[in-house]
């Protein structure tokens, strides 16, 4: 008997790869695609367009408020992103930070959204206007100073002023006829405006609430002798819970009170700011995913929050009411400061998307409130409405000292794309509140030539 002889192979094992090596070549390739990456783009010309990218569209970015510290520093655990630099304020909460300027806005030494200063001295011949208010009456998304509200209606007013001078016979005279026929024909006529040169500041302010302007009207407003001053707000009264006075910097009194235990988020915040600004990670945001910020995160100026706007909204009849309270004893207080100072006030209800209605509006409009959704639109319908009858009270208990304005349904039959979001208005819509506010103006007798003698 023969044994059967088998062939055995034999196959040497491989021996695993030691953590170590694994744990190395993480980085080690993290490495060689970042080098390659900045190669690739180098190559392309694209070093500096990459390099300015911050994960959002520059608009947004040049707009998104960076609050910083005493030392000029990000706070930790808010987002580093940003370039509207603002700082912390004990009389206003906050405020925009002077000399600042941007391919978008101009920023002045007295941290109003202005392309010169604002001396306290006020000129002879120069009308002041202030305008104040949140992120709408800035201008948020405005491709310009130039583009927004406050610097149209100085355009207007001053174009005012050049055509009186151009024709004066189409504005009333200031020497009233007597005889009845010629007074009634020069009655009919548009009465003139004071000439001298007309400045309209903006001196609005991203996130804040009347509680902020309330303050920032008493203590840094009324020194520069303002001769009009116009309030255009209300959303972010809305939107701010009714136990807080005025909007501030997020989670404040956080960081102040326990500073020693935001070490690991100043750390953590540090190894995601290394990692967000290679090269490698922007361009996959840049080119691949390119994110777009949400509805909700371009509405809101100073939260700081990226929860759905709906979130912010009172739920319950209370709550809302407790906030329209808060609003109207807000606008009652600057009407006495105003009517104290003898100065001509506007209160307007800022617009908001829901009142756009359905017959003329964009389709990037319509997309925008299906992502608001039926529970915000509800929410904020319901909001305005008690804003409204706020302002009307106020309109009835001071009909000599002030004048209200509701702009919330102003764009229902505008042709034109009115929105960027749900409250921030693009340059052609500017133009209609603009229009709307050099019209109550020039009927106010304050701004107007008087008349010889008093019109029977």
Partial sequence: MFKSRRRRTYRKRRSPLP?????????????????????????????????AYEGEPAIVNVYRL??????????????????????RSLAVGYQLVGDQTSNFWQINPQGFRDTEPVPLAKPNTEFRIFLLGGSTAFGQWNPSNQAT???????????????QQRSPEKYRPTDLPFYKPDLEKALALPPK?????YRVINAAVPGYASGNELAQ??????????????????????LLPSDRMATDIPHIETFLSNASGHFWTHLSQELTSVVTNTYLVRAIQY?????????????????????????YLPADSEELQERAIRYRDRHKQMIRLATGASIPLIIAIQPE??????????????EILIELGAVYQQRIQDGYVALAQSLQQ??????????????????????????WDAIHLTEEANRVISESLYQTLSASPKLQVPPSRPIP
């Avoid at 509200?149 to 055509?163: F, G, K, P, S, W």
């Avoid at 106020?394 to 039959?413: A, G």
């Fill in 19 to 51: 953590l170590l090596a694994i744990v190395l070549a993480i980085p080690i390739a993290f490495i060689l695609l970042e080098l390659s990456t900045r190669l690739l783009v180098g190559v392309m010309g694209k070093s500096a367009e990459l390099a």
């Fill in 66 to 87: 960076k609050f910083l510290n005493d030392t000029n520093k990000p706070y930790d655990g808010l987002s580093e992103q940003g370039r509207l630099a603002a700082q």
């Fill in 149 to 163: 509200i406050a610097a149209q209606l100085e355009a207007r007013l001053n174009e005012r002023v050049a055509q």
């Fill in 193 to 197: 405006i004071k000439g001298g040169q």
């Fill in 217 to 238: 009207l008493a203590l840094q407003i009324l020194p520069y002798q303002p001769d009009a001053i116009i309030v255009l707000d209300g959303y972010m009264d809305l």
């Fill in 287 to 311: 080119w691949i995913l390119n994110p777009q910020p949400s509805v909700s995160r371009l509405s809101l100026a100073a939260l700081n929050g990226t929860a759905h706007l709906v979130n």
């Fill in 353 to 366: 998307i829901t009142g756009r209605g359905n017959q003329k509006i964009s389709l990037r409009e319509k």
């Fill in 394 to 419: 106020l309109q009835n208990w001071y009909p000599q000292n002030v004048k209200t304005l509701n702009f919330y349904n102003v764009y229902r039959n505008f042709s034109d794309r009115a929105f």
